[in-house]
């Protein structure tokens, strides 16, 4: 799939858990947030499909994304970013003797 079309089916999907997705410019990269109530995506309006995608990816692996349905193609992409956030807060143990 395109990267464009995988943005559009992302969008939809962070719409249907209450979030708005913003274009802004400025020197930031985006990524999800809560401002007044509101939930929002902001990206940068210089950045490839290739990196809004990997943002919207990341809030929907943040969020209760299995209540929104995915085609198989855009789930497979997100669970991506689900391993990946799962390894970062649940380290494997060590195995240090002590």
Known sequence: MKASKLVEHL????????YRVRIEQGRFRGGSCVHDDEKLVIMNRRL???ERAEILARTLAENDYEQVFLIPE???????????QNEMTNPPAGGEAS
């Open 11 to 18: 969008q939809e999907a962070v719409a249907k858990l209450g």
């Open 48 to 50: 490839g499909d290739e």
């Open 74 to 84: 855009v789930r497979a992409f997100v669970e991506k970013f689900v391993s990946a």
